[in-house]
């Protein structure tokens, strides 16, 4: 489970940096204000449109297709074979206290909707449980002995890029 989602995570983040493939996805994040460092730290990936692309792309990693659908980054489709749950998204990797990635945001950048999208709830993920970016701020938190809740994804990234360490967000 967690081999698919770091590998996920990996696809994801360097489709983000590839100009051909996410430069659409970059420049949405640029305008809105996020500098590569912040997106670099908390790994925001782009997960491309088409319901094969990442299949392709996870077997390429050695993730064979029912790892995939257990982590939820593949479904069945009623038609047989599988298709991508997350497509024209923004990924925001969820960790969960251990650092390993349990589960995934995703932000529609065009019109749609839902505008987001998380990963199923599962053993592994829970998003009522789960707080993003406290893998990274929980040290911060307990120095601090304090910490900012905020709404979202981009909230949280807006914060640290702004030089704030203390804060976590809700998954939805």
Known sequence: FH?????????WRDAFWDDQVGGR???YMQERGFGEKVLRDFDVGWAPGGSDWLAGQL???????ELAIAADLLRKSDRGGSFAYFRNRVIFPIRNIS????????????QGEPKYLNSADSSYFTKGKLLYGF???RMSISREKSALLVEGY????????????NVVATCG
């Open 3 to 11: 081999r698919a989602n770091d590998a996920a995570t990996t696809i």
């Open 25 to 27: 996805a970059r420049k």
């Open 59 to 65: 077997k390429k990693a050695g993730v064979d297709e």
């Open 99 to 110: 650092r390993q990635v349990a589960g995934f945001g995703g932000r529609i950048i065009d």
């Open 135 to 137: 893998d990274s701020s």
């Open 154 to 165: 981009l909230d949280l990234l807006a914060l640290a890029q702004a030089g704030w360490s």
